[in-house]
């Protein structure tokens, strides 16, 4: 089966030889039981820090101070976390610091929800104090203990109730969406930027719109910027695999106060020229892309607009095929592949090169791309000296 599954079974082994107790915890249990793909597969036990590094001869401090040390077996990297507690939570957030305790149990409980708080031993005998699977199997989302208690020590645990619904396609479970709604507003303690992660992590599922909508239901949306409640029917067809996509759509459905969105969410620059690229794509395609717009925009950012304009509901009057079929039918891919460039300009024109020689350049290239004048040096020429009314 899983190539990090079996990778943890034998980092188990490993350490129970040494004589301790290791588990497979968190999403890795939650995802198996769904028979979903597993990615990280997360052990912890009772050995300290130190202990685990003395078991295996490749490690990596990563979170040392959260007890966490990076296991690489045979290659594979597998997150080896010594049971803990999370000490004082203050300010509605999660503490710098934690305390290691003797027994699983006590880590289980401190963990978010009853889905992500289930263990499961080497030979897959499962540890499931909270009734994880039940609430999997009914599809829900409950916190483990009170649920306004566990808000109050950690306000993003809300978002996240919010992110796995999307993810999962689960709802939340009565009591933990009465929770919410009651202190949704203790967000705004939460750092932006592990909103941002939250939130990032969102739009990459596969039920965004149920994710809005819960943002919505439990009052979270209130204390976000995006006008969430107001464009909720935007979010209907959503869907994508990366998150900058999410992001830009969020820009565009606030484009009037784009820099709110940008500064709230603290995106990033490589968000931002992303973001700047498609809706820059996404007007120009209201205006009716030209060749020269198949021309300078990648096939992605193509396609990412014009899904914009699909999940808006804009009538667009060709399909999504057209626009591959229409860029790699283009005399030229680059501008390298031009046959001209400003020396040759410059020689025909007897004159020094200037800015009139970027005009010039402009002009070859919608001309060729219009497919006015052929793509060879020669044809450029004859143009060219037309153009600019140069005697030959
Ligand atoms: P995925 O990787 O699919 O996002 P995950 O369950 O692995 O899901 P992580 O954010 O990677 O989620 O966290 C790993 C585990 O740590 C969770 O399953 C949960 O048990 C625990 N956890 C993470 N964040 C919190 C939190 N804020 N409060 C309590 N427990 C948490
Ligand atoms: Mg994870």
Request: with cysteine; charged share 25%; aromatic share 10%.
């Amino acid at each position: 089966e899983n190539k990090d599954w079996q990778a943890a079974i034998r980092v188990i082994e490993k350490i129970e030889k040494a004589g301790f107790e290791a588990v497979v915890v968190g999403g890795a249990v939650r995802d198996f039981l769904l028979k979903q793909q597993v990615h990280d597969v997360d052990v912890a036990t009772s050995a300290m820090p130190n202990e685990i590094k003395k078991i295996f001869s490749s490690t990596v401090d990563i979170g040392i101070a959260h007890g966490t040390v990076l296991v690489l077996d045979e290659g594979q990297p597998i997150e080896v976390t010594t049971y803990r507690t999370e000490g004082i939570y203050i300010d509605f957030r999660r503490p710098e610091e934690v305390t290691f305790v003797k027994s699983l149990e006590k880590d289980l409980q401190r963990r978010d929800f009853t889905i992500n708080a289930m263990a499961m031993t080497k030979n897959g005998e499962l540890i499931d104090i909270y009734g994880g699977k039940d609430d999997i199997e009914h599809q829900i989302i409950r916190a483990v203990g009170d649920p306004n208690s566990r808000f109050r020590e950690d306000a993003l645990r809300m978002l996240r109730a919010v992110r796995f619904s999307a993810q999962l396609g689960f709802s939340l479970e009565k009591n933990t969406l009465k929770a919410i709604q009651q202190d949704s507003e203790l967000i705004e303690f939460i750092a932006k930027e592990r909103i941002h992660m939250e939130l990032s992590k969102m739009w990459m599922t596969q039920n965004v719109y149920a994710g809005v909508n819960a943002l919505v239901d439990s009052n979270l949306a209130k204390y976000l910027k995006g006008n969430f409640r107001k464009n909720l029917e935007d979010w209907k067809y959503f869907n994508s695999n990366r998150s900058e996509v999410g992001w830009a759509y969020l820009c565009l459905l606030n484009r009037t106060n784009l820099n709110e969105i940008i500064d709230f969410y603290k995106l990033s620059n490589r968000e931002k020229n992303f973001i700047r690229t498609v809706l820059n794509c996404y007007q120009a395609l209201l205006n009716h892309w030209n060749e020269l717009d198949y021309f300078q925009y990648d096939l992605s950012t193509l396609e990412v607009a014009y899904d914009f304009a699909i999940w808006q509901q804009k009538k667009v009057p060709f399909r999504k095929e057209h626009i591959a079929l229409v860029k790699s039918s283009l005399p030229i891919q680059s501008l390298n592949q031009l046959a001209v460039n400003g020396t040759h300009f410059k020689e025909w024109a007897s004159k020094k090169g200037g800015p009139w020689m970027k005009v010039a350049l402009d002009a070859a290239l919608v001309a060729v791309l219009k497919g006015h004048v052929k793509n060879d040096e020669q044809h450029l020429k004859e143009w060219f000296l037309n153009e600019f009314n140069i005697e030959g």
